[in-house]
């Protein structure tokens, strides 16, 4: 008699997805009623990891929030959640009281951060406002943004040259010369691209998953040079589980690239050991705060893609981050803010604050 286990798919700490089924192979001289058992297992397994998938698709999206038996509980449930992260304004004293003495080190992310989350990505401007909110921050600290777009993109958007850029999840990082004198520069900037040997590869599954969601209406695909995006923000929902078949089908075939999930889209990323948190960590050694005591980085971030650096602050027990969200959500964040327009006042009172500041 063979044996076998199937693990059905199970959520882990950061709300993806885990697939991790197991099989053991019936003989090819076993009976056809063994293989239709492991054929009808295999055909159950592949619809739960569909199933878990969808609901992690729901979880993660804004206007899908978790149930309670009523508004009273609704109300106390965030309550309570706003007494573990607390607005970052209302607690503006105590930051900066935390930050004196030390160096502070700002990094941002951009959707949902500093520009308004939107159904088209092409389309996510930030204020004009904003912007020059941005650009005082970064001549009071040094400033970079995390994101999962592609730098020559999110430069487009932001156009300010002073600052670091992270894109494609912190896989391609450049910035000012100065601070940089370790590394290889290109045209005055950093360079580092940890997953450069993927670049063929991302532009294939582009192509792929173009042509095989083709006939799912409002799917977007982005290639972001290291890394792609699946947004199905404009999907109806009664198609989400048609686009996870179609998404693994063209990933299947890629066993070095890896899913995960952010905020209403799929992230599809090389097998490597890097991420946000990673390029935070790469950025303050390059600007000689690797192994220092003086240094307090504040990261803000509104996606599942950020906890990486909010763990990262945490693991490091300095400085903190701060979730943009008007939704309790599990994170490793200290702090919250609502939306964009909170992150304009808290960068504005932290360029106010500094200002203020006398000069050593």
């Given amino acids: 008699m063979v044996s076998f286990v199937v693990e059905k798919p199970q959520r882990t700490s950061n709300g993806v997805v885990s697939e991790t089924t197991r099989l053991s192979l019936i003989p090819n001289n076993s009976s056809s009623a063994q293989k239709t058992i492991l054929k009808n297992l295999e055909i159950i397994n592949g619809g739960q990891r569909v199933n878990a998938w969808v609901d992690s698709m729901r979880a993660s999206s804004p206007t899908h929030i978790r149930s309670l038996p009523s508004s009273i509980s609704s109300e106390k449930h965030l309550s309570s959640w706003i007494l573990q992260h607390p607005s970052a304004l209302d607690m503006f004293e105590k930051i900066t009281e935390a930050s004196v003495g030390k160096q502070i080190v ?94 063929p590869m991302i532009d294939e599954i582009c192509k792929q998953l173009l042509e095989k969601t083709k006939s799912t209406p409002g799917v977007i695909i982005e290639n972001h040079k290291f890394t792609a995006s699946v947004h199905f923000r404009c999907v109806e929902e009664k198609k989400w589980s048609e686009l996870v078949l179609q998404v693994r089908s063209v990933l299947d075939k890629y066993p070095m690239l890896k899913l995960s999930q952010g905020r209403k889209v799929f992230e599809i990323r090389p097998m490597i050991e890097w991420d946000k948190g990673r390029a935070l960590e790469f950025l303050l050694e390059s600007l000689g705060f690797g192994n220092s005591n003086n240094v307090f980085p504040v990261y803000i971030g509104d996606d599942r893609t950020d906890e990486d650096a909010f763990k990262m602050l945490r693991d490091r027990g300095e400085g903190f981050g701060i979730l943009v969200s008007k939704f309790p959500k599990d994170t490793d964040a200290s702090y919250s803010l609502q939306d964009p327009s909170e992150v304009m006042n808290f960068l504005r009172r932290l360029v106010e604050w500094k200002q203020m500041q006398p000069r050593i």
């Fill in 106 to 199: 700002m990094f941002l992310d951009y959707d949902g951060t500093l520009s308004p989350i939107v159904d088209d990505p092409d389309k996510a401007f930030m204020s004009s406002k904003m912007r020059k909110t941005v650009k005082k921050l970064a001549k009071c600290f040094p400033t970079a943004i995390v994101t999962g777009r592609c730098i020559d993109k999110v430069y487009n958007f932001v156009k300010l040259g002073e600052l670091y850029y992270a894109g494609s999840h912190g896989m391609d990082i450049k910035g000012p010369a100065k601070g940089f004198s370790r590394h290889k520069r290109v045209k005055q900037s950093l360079l580092y691209q940890p997953a450069s040997d993927y670049l």
